[in-house]
C-alpha cells in the first residue's frame, strides 16, 4: 500500500501534524512515517501571469496594448521559494506516493495554495482534504479521522481559482488604463486600482467629502434644575410631538433651532413649580455575540489601538504557535450544534484566572442548546473564535490582550442577560416638559465577567421624588451648541463598512444578515487596509483613516470616466456573494468570469475613448493668485492652472501629489517644506522643499534644518522609556521618537527614531517595549529601499544606543513569512 503526501500551508502547522499523528522520522525538509510523507508551502509558491503570447514586456502601459483578456492563465513560480516547490513536487511523483492530502488552511487561499502545486506539477493522483479548525492534537487527529473527498471541496477550489483570475484581470487591466491615462501627457504616473481595495477607498473619500462640505449648524438646548424634598436632579427639554422631518439628520426632540425659543421657555419655567410622571419599568441586555475575524478587529483597533493587520497577525499566532485560539479568518459568530459537549471540557480547562466563571457557568449547566451561540446555519467553513482550552505560555502583551478578549467574550456568552432598572421622569412646568433618565444595574448577568457588580446604593438613581409632591424650577441653563460632521472611518469602523458593503450598521443581527455581501473577505481585509496606506492613498492621523489628494484624484478619474464598477462598494460586494454562490455550487465559474471579463474590457474602453487629458470634477478654485500675472488659478484634474495668462503647475511631482492647501502655501510664500513622500527616479524616498524658481515653477532645494526648538509641552507628554543613550525620557515628537536632550540649541543627545522606519509603522506599543527589553515583537512590513521587497524582522536596541534589525533564523523565518511581495507596480496590479 502507498504513502499519501500531506502538503500544509506553513512548516510550523507541518511539525504539528507530525507531532500529532505521531512515528515520523525528520528528512532535511520533510518528515516520513509509514504512511505518510508531510511537507509545506511557505504560503504562495506560485502566481498567475498571462500565458506569453498574450503578454508584452515593452508597452504594456500604452492603450495599445489594453485590454489583457488571455484565454487561459499560466502559472509561474514566486522565485524566492522556487526550491521549496521543486521539493514538493519531488515529493508527490515519488513512485511510493499514491494519493495527496491537502492540509493548507482551511478557507480560500488554503485552497489555492495547495490546487496551484498540483495544476503547475501535473499531479494527476488522487486528493483528500484536511479541514483544521484548531491547531491542538486532539483537534489534528479528528480532522484526520474525518478527510474530505475532492469533490466536496470542488466549489471551494472553483471560488478560490475565480477570485485570484479576477483580480488579475481588473486589477492588470484598472491598473495599465488609468496609469496609461495619467501618463498621457508625459511622465510615468503609476496609478494602482483593484477589485477591493478601490471601493473601499472610494467610500472614505466620499466620508471626507461630507466632512468637507459640512457647515455646522448652531442650536440650543435647555436643561432645567429641580428641587424636590430629597434634594435636586436636572431634566432636559424636549418636544413631546416631534416627528423627525424628512432629510434632517441632525432634528431631535431636544434641540431648538432658533436662540429665541430657548429664551422663551427659560423665561417661562425659571422659578415656577412642576409636576412630576415617573415610570420604572425592567431591561436587559444580552452578551454580544462570539467573534468572527472582522468583529475581533474592531473591538482590538477600539480598545487597544491595534491595527486590523497587527490583530489578524496576533490572533494567527494564537492558533498557530500557542495553539490557544480557534482559526482566526472566520467570518462566524456561533458555533457548531454538537459543539457543546466540547465548550464544556474548554471552560474546565481554561487558565486559572477565569475559572471562577468557567466554574460557575458549569455549575449553573449554562451550557446547553441554544441557537444564538450553536447554530449550523450560522456556520459555514469555520465557525466563531473561541479558547482551545490550552493555557498558554509567554505570550506577549498583545497576545495576552487578544488572549483575554477572545476568552472574555466566550465566558459572557453563556452567562444571562444583564438586568436593568430604567427610570424616566417627565416634569411638566406649564405647557413645557423635561426628560431625566436613570439607569440602575440589578443584576450584572455577563457583566460580571468584565468586574461589574450590581449598583451599590444611590449610584445610578434619581432623587425620590414622593407622590403628589411639587417640585421648584431652581435654575436653566441654556446650552450654546453646534451640529457636527460625520466621524472620519477609523480602522475599526471601515471594517464594519466594509462588512456591510458600504452601509454602515450598527446593528448585529443586520451585519450578520449582510455578511454574505461583504467587501473582501475576513481575512483579506486588514491587507486591503494596509494596502492602501502603503500605497499613500490614505494616511493614519492618530487612530483616524484620511484620504490623501491622490486618493480624491482617483476617485474623481474614475467617476469622470464614468467607470461606476471600481467605485461601488455594493456591487463587489455582490462579488464576494456569488463566489459564496460558486462555493456552495449554485453558480457557475464561466458563468462569473464571463461578467469579469466584460468589465475588464468596459475599463480599458472608457479610458480609451476619453479624448482630453483632463476630467470633470469638483474641483477648487485656489485663494492664492497666479504667481505670474495675479490672475484667478483654478485646480484641474492634473494642473494648477491660471484663467487669465495659462500658467500651469503639474500636480504631481516626483510621484508626489500636492494638494490644494500645499500649492497656496507654495503660490503665497514661494517656498513650501520640506516635504515627505516624493520619489527618485530609482523609486527611492525623499523630502525636500519646494521653491518657485524664475519661470514660477517648482524646483526643489534640500535645506539644512535649524535645530529644533524645545515644545511648550515636552513635559506633559508620556515617557515611553529611557533613551538607550543618556537614559532621558523619550517622547513622541512629529514623525519621530526622540530623546528629550535632543531638542532645541542646547541639545547633549542626538538619539532620534522614526514612527515609520522602510515603510513599516512603529507602534508607540513597540518602541516601549524595544526601550525596556531591549527588543521589539517581530514586524513583518518592512520595504526594502534597495529592492522594494517586503521584510520581515525585530527592531533591537545595539550597544552603542542606536536601533538595529535582528532576522529570525533562517528555518524560523519559513514558519512565519510569505514568499517575497513581487515589485510594487507589480503588487499594485493584483491587490
Known amino acids: 500500500m502507498g504513502k499519501k503526501l500531506i502538503i500544509a500551508e506553513k512548516p510550523s502547522v507541518a511539525q504539528d501534524i507530525a507531532r500529532a499523528l505521531g512515528g515520523f522520522h ?47 492563465f499560466e502559472l509561474q513560480p514566486i522565485a524566492k521559494s522556487e526550491d521549496r516547490l521543486k521539493l514538493l513536487l519531488r515529493l508527490a511523483k515519488r513512485k511510493d506516493v499514491d494519493g495527496l492530502i491537502n492540509a493548507c488552511d482551511a478557507g480560500r487561499e488554503g485552497e489555492l495554495i495547495f490546487n496551484y502545486i498540483v495544476q503547475y506539477g501535473k499531479i494527476d493522483k488522487p486528493v483528500q482534504r484536511l479541514w483544521l479548525q484548531s491547531m491542538t492534537p486532539q483537534a489534528i487527529r479528528e480532522a484526520f479521522a474525518h478527510l474530505r473527498s475532492a469533490e466536496e471541496m470542488e466549489g471551494l477550489r472553483q471560488a478560490a481559482v475565480s477570485r485570484a483570475e479576477s483580480d488579475w484581470l481588473i486589477g492588470i487591466n484598472g491598473t495599465r488604463a488609468m496609469t496609461a491615462f ?25 466620508r471626507e467629502r461630507q466632512i468637507r462640505a459640512f457647515r455646522p449648524r448652531p442650536y440650543w438646548e435647555v436643561e432645567a434644575t429641580f428641587r424636590a424634598a430629597a434634594g435636586t436632579y436636572t431634566g432636559r427639554w424636549f418636544d413631546e410631538k416631534f416627528k423627525k ?65 497587527n490583530t489578524l497577525a496576533i490572533a494567527q499566532a494564537l492558533y498557530e504557535r500557542h495553539k490557544a485560539l480557534t482559526y482566526p479568518r472566520t467570518d462566524a459568530r456561533a458555533l457548531p450544534e454538537d459543539m457543546i459537549g466540547t465548550v464544556r471540557e474548554v471552560l474546565a480547562q481554561l487558565p486559572s484566572e477565569y475559572q471562577p466563571f468557567a466554574g460557575k457557568i458549569l455549575a449553573q449547566g449554562w451550557v446547553k442548546p441554544n441557537k444564538r451561540i450553536f447554530d449550523n446555519a450560522k456556520v459555514s467553513d469555520h465557525f466563531a473564535i473561541v479558547p482551545t482550552g490550552v493555557v498558554p505560555k509567554g505570550l506577549s502583551e498583545p497576545e495576552q490582550k487578544i488572549f483575554d478578549l477572545v476568552t472574555r467574550r466566550f465566558l459572557a456568552v453563556f452567562y444571562p442577560p444583564a438586568e436593568y432598572r430604567v427610570t424616566t421622569r417627565i416634569t411638566r412646568v406649564g405647557e413645557d416638559a423635561f426628560k431625566t433618565e436613570g439607569k440602575v444595574l440589578v443584576a450584572p448577568g455577563w457583566l460580571e465577567v468584565y468586574g461589574k457588580r450590581a449598583a451599590g446604593e444611590g449610584e445610578g438613581e434619581l432623587v425620590p421624588v414622593a407622590p403628589g409632591e411639587t417640585v ?82 482617483l476617485i474623481t478619474l474614475l467617476k469622470g470616466l464614468g467607470i461606476d464598477a471600481l467605485t461601488s462598494p455594493e456591487l463587489t460586494g455582490e462579488w464576494e456573494h456569488k463566489l459564496a454562490l460558486m462555493e456552495k455550487r449554485r453558480l457557475a465559474r464561466e458563468e462569473f468570469m464571463a461578467s469579469i471579463a466584460r468589465m475588464a474590457q468596459d475599463i480599458v474602453e472608457r479610458a480609451k475613448r476619453h479624448e482630453s487629458d483632463t476630467v470633470p470634477g469638483d474641483f477648487a478654485t485656489l485663494q492664492a493668485p497666479c504667481p505670474k500675472c495675479g490672475g484667478t488659478v483654478r485646480e484641474t484634474y492634473k494642473t494648477f492652472q491660471c484663467d487669465q495668462c495659462g500658467w500651469s503647475m503639474w500636480k504631481i511631482i516626483a510621484g508626489r501629489q500636492i494638494d490644494v492647501p500645499e500649492a497656496e502655501a507654495l503660490l503665497t510664500q514661494g517656498r513650501i517644506g520640506p516635504l515627505e513622500g516624493f520619489r527618485s527616479r ?150
Open 26 to 72: 525528520k528528512e532535511k525538509d520533510y518528515w516520513e512515517s509509514e504512511q505518510y510523507v508531510l511537507s509545506s508551502a511557505v504560503g504562495h509558491l506560485l502566481e498567475l501571469k498571462a500565458p506569453d503570447e498574450c503578454e508584452v514586456k515593452r508597452g504594456k502601459w500604452s492603450f495599445a496594448n489594453l485590454p489583457v483578456i488571455p484565454p487561459r
Open 182 to 206: 495619467n501618463s498621457k501627457s508625459g511622465g510615468f504616473h503609476l496609478t494602482t486600482v483593484g477589485r477591493v481595495q478601490t471601493p473601499t477607498l472610494a467610500m472614505v473619500v466620499e
Open 245 to 309: 422631518p424628512e432629510g434632517d439628520e441632525h432634528a431631535s426632540p431636544y434641540r431648538l433651532w432658533e436662540r429665541e425659543r430657548a429664551e422663551a421657555i427659560r423665561d417661562r419655567v425659571l422659578d415656577q413649580p412642576g409636576v412630576v410622571e415617573e415610570t420604572a419599568k425592567p431591561s436587559t441586555q444580552i452578551a454580544p455575540p462570539l467573534f468572527d475575524l472582522t468583529s475581533l478587529q474592531r473591538e482590538a483597533n477600539a480598545r487597544f489601538g491595534f491595527s486590523a493587520r
Open 472 to 553: 421648584h424650577t431652581e435654575a436653566v441653563e441654556i446650552k450654546d451648541l453646534h451640529t457636527k460632521p460625520p466621524a472620519r472611518y477609523t480602522e475599526a469602523t471601515l471594517l464594519s463598512a466594509m462588512e456591510g458593503a458600504g452601509k454602515l450598521v450598527e446593528d448585529e443581527e443586520l451585519r450578520a444578515a449582510m455578511a454574505e455581501r461583504g467587501l473582501g473577505t475576513p481575512a483579506t481585509r486588514a491587507q486591503i487596509i494596509e494596502g492602501l496606506l502603503e500605497e499613500k492613498y490614505l494616511v493614519r492621523e492618530g487612530r483616524e483613516l484620511v484620504p490623501t489628494a491622490k486618493a480624491f484624484s
Open 682 to 831: 530609482l523609486g527611492r524616498p525623499f523630502a525636500a522643499e519646494l521653491v518657485l524658481d524664475e519661470a514660477k515653477q517648482p524646483t526643489f532645494a534640500f535645506a539644512v534644518e535649524p535645530p529644533e526648538e524645545v515644545p511648550a509641552d515636552l513635559a506633559e507628554r508620556e515617557s515611553l522609556g529611557p533613551c538607550p543613550k543618556c537614559g532621558a525620557p523619550v517622547v513622541e515628537h512629529g514623525t519621530s521618537y526622540v530623546c528629550t536632550k535632543s531638542l532645541g540649541p542646547d541639545k547633549t543627545c542626538d538619539f532620534r527614531s522614526g514612527r515609520t522606519i522602510l515603510q513599516q509603522p512603529i507602534e508607540p506599543e513597540q518602541m516601549k517595549k524595544l526601550l525596556s527589553e531591549g527588543k521589539t515583537d517581530l514586524l513583518t512590513g518592512f520595504v526594502s529601499a534597495r529592492t522594494r521587497r517586503k521584510f520581515s524582522a525585530y527592531l533591537v536596541r545595539q550597544p552603542d544606543g542606536k536601533i538595529g534589525f535582528e532576522f529570525e533564523p533562517r528555518e524560523a523565518s519559513e514558519k512565519k513569512g510569505r514568499s517575497a511581495t513581487r515589485k510594487k507596480a507589480k503588487a499594485a496590479e493584483t491587490s
